[in-house]
C-alpha cells in the first residue's frame, strides 16, 4: 500500500490495524470471510474506472468491450456452478437483490411473506424497520415454540390466509436445513412467487455440502460474499421465464451502473466455487460447525435447536448468567469474534439479546478443524466465566493470536 500511504497515512494506517485484527482474531461472524488474493487484487483493479449502466450488448455508453466479456463470464459461470437458467450479476448487494425480486412481482401494499427477523430471518423478508416491510403489507412466518424449527404448517396457513405475491425463504440466523419442496408447494397452491434467499449458504449449496434451492424456487437471491468467499455483492438466479422482469427490476428499476471491479470479483470466486478444493472447504464448514455445536454442548451451552446442519450455531447464553451483549463484548476482548443476537421467542430487546450467533465459514478458510473447535469451546467457556476479568481475557487474546500464527488467512 505504498501510494496509500503517502497519499492518506491516516487510512492506510486504519487499514493496517484492521488487516492486523483479521490475521490475530479468531472471526465467528457467519457472514463474514476471507476472499482469496485474486478476488481481492480484481476488486481493486482500474475496472472500477468504467461505468456500463445497462446489459451486456444492451449499454448506454460506449467502450464496454472488455466488460461486456467480464459479465457474461460471471452469468456463465453462475448458471454452470448453481444449475440455474438465469442469472443477473448486477445487484450491489443482498438487500438490493431481495428488493428487486417484490418490485418485479408485487406492487406497494401487496402481502409479501418471510421469516419474522426474531426467529431468524432478514431485515428484507419484510421486516417494520425495512422498506420491505414499509412498502409491502408483511406476513411472517415463525419458529415452532417447541423444537424451535420452521413451522411448515403456519406457513401454509398463513399463505392460504393472505395469499402472497411472494413467499421468501431463507435466512441469517437458523441452523437447519431449510424444505425448500414444502415452500415450493406451498407458494404453487396459492399462486405466489417463491423466492430463497440463500446468502448464508451459497457457499455450501455450490460445494454440495447442502441441498440447493434452485430446482424448487422461481427465483434465488443471493450476497457474493459469506460462505461464497467473494467480494461484497449480490447475485439473482432465476427461471428463464422471469429473467426479463428481474433484469428490468435491477436496471432501470433499482440500480444504475454496475460495480464492474466487484462484478469481476464475483467471476474469479464462481471459477474458485467450482473447484475440488472449494466442494472439500465447503463440507469442512459444516463439519467444523457440528463439531463446534457438540463441544459447546458439553460445554453447558443451550443450542437452539440443540444443534446445527449448516455453518451456522445460535447459542442462548442466559443460562450461563450473562445476555449475548456482554458475552460477545467479552469473547471480542479474548480475540473472538462474534455478534449478539435474538433467539426464538426472545424476551430481551435486540441491543441487548439473549444470545450470540455463531459461524465457521472464515475460521475453515484458515485450515482450521476439530482440535481448533474444542480449543475454541474451551476459551468460550472460560470466558463466559470471567467477563470482567481483563487479565484472563488478554490472557485468551494472546492464546488466539498464537493459535492463529499457525493458520494464515488467505489474502493476507
Not at 486504519?14 to 457467519?30: A, G, M, S
Amino acid at each position: 500500500m505504498n501510494n496509500l500511504k503517502t497519499v492518506d497515512p491516516e487510512i492506510a494506517d486504519l487499514v493496517h490495524q484492521e488487516i492486523e485484527r483479521q490475521r490475530d482474531k479468531i472471526r465467528l461472524i457467519p457472514s463474514e470471510n476471507y476472499v482469496s488474493s485474486a478476488v481481492l487484487e480484481v476488486s481493486g483493479s482500474v475496472l472500477t474506472n468504467k461505468y456500463s449502466e445497462g446489459y451486456s450488448k444492451k449499454r448506454y455508453y460506449e467502450g464496454q468491450q472488455i466488460i461486456d466479456q467480464i459479465e457474461l463470464k460471471a452469468i456463465r459461470r453462475a448458471k454452470a456452478l448453481f444449475g440455474s437458467e438465469s442469472a443477473n450479476v448486477q445487484p450491489y448487494s443482498g438487500s438490493p437483490a431481495n428488493l428487486a425480486v417484490y418490485y418485479a412481482f408485487a406492487r406497494p401494499g401487496d402481502p409479501i411473506m418471510g421469516l419474522a427477523l426474531d426467529h431468524g430471518g432478514h431485515l428484507t423478508h419484510g421486516w417494520g424497520v425495512s422498506i420491505t416491510g414499509d412498502f409491502f403489507t408483511p406476513v411472517r412466518y415463525e419458529l415452532h415454540p417447541e423444537t424451535h424449527l420452521i413451522d411448515y404448517d403456519m406457513v401454509r396457513d398463513l399463505a392460504l390466509k393472505h395469499r402472497p405475491k411472494v413467499i421468501m425463504a431463507g435466512a441469517t440466523a437458523y441452523p437447519r436445513i431449510i424444505d425448500f419442496e414444502i415452500f415450493a408447494q406451498v407458494a404453487k397452491e396459492v399462486e405466489a412467487i417463491f423466492c430463497v434467499d440463500m446468502a448464508h449458504i451459497a457457499g455450501l449449496v455450490a460445494g454440495g455440502a447442502h441441498p440447493s434451492p434452485v430446482p424448487h424456487a422461481d427465483v434465488v437471491t443471493t450476497t457474493t460474499h459469506k460462505s461464497l468467499r467473494g467480494p461484497r455483492g449480490g447475485m439473482i438466479l432465476m427461471k428463464k421465464k422471469h429473467r426479463k422482469a428481474i433484469n428490468k427490476a435491477v436496471f432501470p428499476g433499482l440500480q444504475g451502473g454496475p460495480h464492474n471491479h466487484t462484478t469481476a470479483g464475483i467471476a474469479v470466486a464462481l471459477k474458485e466455487a467450482s473447484t475440488d478444493e472449494f466442494k472439500a472447504y465447503a463440507h469442512k464448514i459444516v463439519e467444523n460447525a457440528k463439531h463446534l455445536a457438540q463441544c459447546l454442548n458439553e460445554k453447558g451451552f443451550d443450542l437452539v435447536s440443540g444443534g446445527t446442519d449448516n455453518h451456522l450455531i445460535l447459542v442462548d447464553v442466559t443460562k450461563r448468567g450473562t445476555t449475548g451483549k456482554p458475552f460477545a463484548k467479552a469473547l471480542d476482548k479474548a480475540g473472538i469474534v462474534c455478534n449478539y443476537n435474538t433467539v426464538p421467542f426472545d424476551p430481551r430487546p435486540p441491543f441487548d439479546p439473549s444470545g450470540i450467533r455463531l459461524g465457521t465459514p472464515s475460521l475453515t478458510s484458515r485450515g482450521m478443524g476439530k482440535p481448533e473447535m474444542e480449543k475454541l469451546a474451551d476459551w468460550m467457556a472460560i470466558v463466559s466465566d470471567n467477563l470482567e476479568n481483563e487479565d484472563a481475557l488478554a490472557g485468551i487474546a494472546g492464546e488466539v493470536k498464537e493459535l492463529c500464527n499457525g493458520f494464515p488467512a488467505p489474502g493476507i
